[in-house]
C-alpha cells in the first residue's frame, strides 16, 4: 500500500496545493489564464510529442484497442444520457452535459502523468490514443447534441456544423502535437539538439503546472449545490466507465497488460474541467457542471488509489477473459 501512497500522494498533492494557494492569496479565476495557456498550447503538446516521437510506429495502429477504449466512453455517455433525459423529461441541452460529465473524463491534465507515474513510458501510446479519439468524440457530441437541441443559438447548416467540428478537432493543440509526434516516429526525425531540449523544458513543466492548475480551478469554482444527478455522475464516472472499458478491451483483444491498465485508470478519472467549459458556452447546466468537476475530483482519491493498489497488486487481471 505504501507504494501506492508515494505514487498518488504527490499527485493529489499539487492538486491540493493550487486549491490551497487559491484560497489564501484570493487571485481571480482570470489570472489563471496564461497559465493554462502555457499547459495547453505548449507544456503538454511537448509531453505527448516528446513521447510518441520515440514510439515504434506498429504500436501506433492498434484499431481494436481504440474501438474498445473510444466505444466504452461512448456507452457510458449515452447511458447517462438516456438516464438524464428519463429523469428531465426529455431536457436534451442539461442531459448532454450530465453526460458529458459521466463520460469526458480528465484525461489531458491528469491522465497522462498520473499514467506515466504508474505505468512508465510503455503508457504513452495508449494514453495518447486514447486522448485523442475520446476527446474526438466529445468535440463531435457536444455541438451536434446541443444543435439538435437548439441550444447553440447559431443556426448553422450541417456542413457548417461539421466544418466547425473539423477545426475543432484537427487544431487542438494536443492532436496535432500527437499528429507530429506520430510523423516523427515514422520518419525516424529528430530535432536538433537546442530544439530537443526546449521541448524537454516544456514536458518536464506538463505535469506539475497542470495539476496545480485543476487545485485552482476548483477552489474558485465553489460548491453551492449539489444536484440531484450527481450520485448517478459519480457513479458511472468512476466506478462504471472504467468497468466497461476494462471488460470491452478483455473481449476484444490480447493488449499488453500497461495498455489495459492505462486504459481503465484513464477511464476512472474524474470529469474534465472541459465539461464546465463546454456547459458555460452553452448557457447550460453551468454551476452544477462545476459541481460534479469538483465532487468526482474529490472522491476520486479515494477510487483512484483504490484502482493503483488493485492494479499494483495482482488483485486486477489485464485481461478478464484470458
Known amino acids: 500500500m505504501g507504494n501506492v501512497v508515494g505514487?498518488?500522494?504527490?499527485?493529489?498533492?499539487?492538486?491540493?496545493?493550487?486549491?490551497?494557494?487559491?484560497?489564501?492569496?484570493?487571485?481571480?479565476?482570470?489570472?489563471?489564464?496564461?497559465?493554462?495557456?502555457?499547459?495547453?498550447?505548449?507544456a503538454l503538446p511537448a509531453l505527448f510529442f516528446n513521447?510518441?516521437?520515440?514510439?515504434?510506429?506498429?504500436?501506433?495502429?492498434?484499431?481494436?484497442?481504440?474501438?474498445?477504449?473510444?466505444?466504452g466512453?461512448?456507452?457510458?455517455?449515452?447511458?447517462?444520457?438516456?438516464?438524464?433525459v428519463l429523469r428531465s423529461r426529455g431536457n436534451i441541452a442539461e442531459s448532454t452535459i450530465k453526460g458529458l460529465a459521466a463520460a469526458y473524463g480528465n484525461?489531458?491534465?491528469?491522465?497522462?502523468?498520473l499514467a506515466l507515474l504508474a505505468f512508465g513510458e510503455e503508457a504513452v501510446v495508449p494514453v495518447a490514443l486514447i486522448f485523442c479519439f475520446d476527446n474526438t468524440l466529445h468535440f463531435v457530441m457536444a455541438p451536434l447534441m446541443m444543435a439538435l437541441s437548439?441550444?447553440?443559438g447559431s443556426r448553422q447548416s450541417p456542413l457548417?456544423?461539421?466544418?466547425?467540428?473539423?477545426?475543432?478537432?484537427?487544431?487542438?493543440?494536443f492532436i496535432l502535437a500527437t499528429i507530429l509526434g506520430v510523423a516523427a516516429a515514422i520518419f525516424s526525425f529528430q530535432p536538433p539538439p537546442p530544439a530537443q531540449?526546449?521541448?524537454?523544458?516544456?514536458?518536464?513543466?506538463?505535469?506539475?503546472?497542470?495539476?496545480?492548475?485543476?487545485?485552482?480551478?476548483?477552489?474558485?469554482?465553489?460548491?453551492?449545490?449539489?444536484?440531484?444527478?450527481?450520485?448517478?455522475?459519480?457513479?458511472i464516472k468512476l466506478f462504471v466507465h472504467p468497468v466497461v472499458v476494462y471488460v470491452l478491451l478483455s473481449w476484444l483483444g490480447d493488449f499488453p497488460a500497461v495498455w489495459i491498465f492505462s486504459a481503465v485508470l484513464l477511464a476512472a478519472l474524474p470529469s474534465a474541467t472541459n465539461v464546465?467549459?463546454?456547459?458555460?458556452?452553452?448557457?447550460?447546466?453551468?454551476?452544477?457542471?462545476s459541481a460534479s468537476v469538483l465532487l468526482t475530483t474529490a472522491a476520486s482519491v479515494i477510487s483512484v488509489t483504490a484502482l493503483l493498489y488493485a492494479m499494483k497488486n495482482g488483485l486486477l487481471s489485464p485481461d478478464l477473459f484470458p
Open 7 to 42: 505514487l498518488v500522494l504527490p499527485f493529489f498533492g499539487l492538486i491540493l496545493l493550487g486549491y490551497l494557494v487559491a484560497k489564501i492569496t484570493r487571485q481571480p479565476l482570470e489570472a489563471l489564464g496564461w497559465m493554462n495557456t502555457f499547459i495547453i498550447y505548449l
Open 51 to 71: 513521447l510518441l516521437a520515440r514510439t515504434p510506429v506498429e504500436q501506433l495502429t492498434q484499431w481494436r484497442f481504440i474501438v474498445g477504449a473510444t466505444f
Open 73 to 84: 466512453t461512448y456507452i457510458v455517455f449515452s447511458l447517462m444520457f438516456v438516464l438524464a
Open 107 to 113: 484525461i489531458g491534465y491528469m491522465g497522462p502523468g
Open 150 to 152: 437548439g441550444k447553440d
Open 160 to 173: 457548417q456544423l461539421a466544418a466547425g467540428v473539423i477545426r475543432r478537432v484537427f487544431l487542438h493543440p
Open 197 to 235: 531540449t526546449l521541448l524537454n523544458y516544456l514536458a518536464n513543466a506538463a505535469a506539475p503546472c497542470a495539476l496545480f492548475a485543476m487545485g485552482v480551478t476548483l477552489a474558485l469554482r465553489p460548491l453551492r449545490r449539489v444536484p440531484s444527478d450527481m450520485i448517478f455522475i459519480v457513479a
Open 276 to 289: 464546465f467549459v463546454i456547459a458555460q458556452q452553452y448557457g447550460v447546466w453551468v454551476e452544477r457542471a
